[in-house]
Nanobody
Framework: QVQLVESGGGLVQAGGSLRLSCAASGRTFSSYTIAWFRQAPKEREFVAAVSWRGGKTYYADSVKGRFTISRDNDKNTLHLQMNKLQPEDMAVYYC????????????????WGQGTQVTVSS
């Protein structure tokens, strides 16, 4: 069982940066693949994921080169550094965990946080 709580969302101007954090509880956090998804008015979409050891990272094409995902298993935390934010990045961002290997499909993730709002003004 893993519980996830996101923080760090807010309002930023286009071109600015934000850093999202996800605090996890549960003894097996380090064995899970962890990901960020986001949801605007449309369906929930994959943003980035990191393998359980942190050695492999995966990104959606739309954020590659601008966003960086990282995890600290000692502190049970996940981060998403978002740079060069654009209005199309505006969404509710969710942290998610799965005991499976990497997937960009939301249905593969068993555990979800409550989400944090990111608003980008143009």
């Amino acid at each position: 069982q893993v519980q996830l709580v996101e923080s760090g969302g807010g309002l930023v101007q286009a071109g600015g940066s934000l850093r999202l954090s996800c605090a996890a509880s549960g003894r097996t956090f380090s064995s899970y693949t962890i990901a960020w998804f986001r949801q605007a008015p449309k369906e929930r979409e994959f943003v980035a994921a990191v393998s359980w050891r942190g050695g492999k990272t995966y990104y959606a094409d739309s954020v590659k080169g601008r966003f960086t995902i990282s995890r600290d298993n000692d502190k049970n935390t996940l981060h998403l550094q978002m740079n060069k934010l654009q209005p199309e990045d505006m969404a509710v961002y969710y942290c998610a965990a799965t005991p499976l290997t990497y997937s960009d499909y939301p249905g593969s993730y068993s555990y979800w946080g409550q989400g944090t709002q990111v608003t980008v003004s143009s």
